[in-house]
């Protein structure tokens, strides 16, 4: 298949077009604007098809709600602040079981902050976001391709376990443009989602419901949501690894950042420094056996983010003592070169002694 130039905004737009989207809702905030125009000029020309610029982001995330419940595929985008604002309904349709794709294009916090690429909201997306013991599965891509890939994936990921998936871009992935290549043609049509509302037809009618008064069917709910979580950290993480067979300093980076130490690796490893990379594509359910095994040989870990270091604690959880983890980040937006990185990376490596 032909490859397409376009930024990584519209290749989550039309990827989802392929995957069988019916329904996207959202509302405008930089820096992932072009998927809610991609939506509107293309999605909304398909038939049996629904494309709604909602009055805000709370009644957005409701709509994704309602169409997941009727067995739609659904999916919302949004930015950091605007992610923040669908906290709860993302929460309702974990606990109502219901598949949904949201895709989070970060930029710089706390608050309204700045349209600056950032990694801020790692916390958000892997610790659950909202009330309640949940979980939603986060993907991290690092080029337009794997954005495309993984919008794609996301959907399948959705309708597969019944749980919102959240798609953990950035800024710089949305707005900068590299050729993609889309694998698969949009569906003709999908089978509808087995336990979706579509009339009574004469048998009992079903409520979709969050609400119990009783504690204990509440509590075989959350451990119904447990075992299936335990079952995706089984079968569902993913990660990369780039040089590490000889390394004895390994970077874990995810997405931008990911890109970014790629680079400042390559320039370290000209140096003669053998330092290899570590990238968790699934955020949730985090790769820590893939990272135990590295323990194995590798002492020295250097966890590189857009953030203040806040996928530094499931490293150290993956590692529990069995490495060193150090620490680099620019937070707010601040984009830092590879050469300022492997800097950083030359500096640690011969602070500790790695020859």
Known sequence: MAKIFMDGNSSIAEAAIRAGCRCYFGYPITPQNEITEYMATHLSRRKGCSFVQAESEVAAINMVYGASIVGARAMTSSSSPGISLK?????????????????????????????????????????????????TIVLGPSSVQELADLTMRAFDLADTYKIPVIILGDGVLGQMMEPVEFKREAPAELPIRPGALRGAHGQASRIVKTFTSNPSELEEINWSLFRRYALIKKEETTYETFMVDDAKLVVVAFGI??????????????????????????????????????????????????????MVEDVQLSLLGQGEVSFYGRPGGVIPTPSEVARVISRLYYQKGLK
């Open 87 to 135: 906290q709860e309904g993302i929460s309702y349709l974990a606990a109502c079981e219901l598949p949904a794709v949201i895709v989070n294009m970060q930029r710089g916090g706390p608050g309204l902050g700045s349209i600056a690429a950032s990694q801020g909201d790692y916390f958000q997306a892997t610790r659950g976001g909202g009330h309640g013991d949940y979980r």
């Open 257 to 310: 950042a990911a890109r970014i130490a790629r680079g400042a690796i390559r320039n370290v490893r000209a140096e003669g420094l053998k330092v290899g990379l570590m990238r968790p594509i699934t955020l949730w359910p985090f790769p820590d056996e893939p990272l135990k095994e590295l323990a194995k040989t590798v002492k020295q870990f250097l966890v590189f983010e857009m953030n203040m270091g806040q």
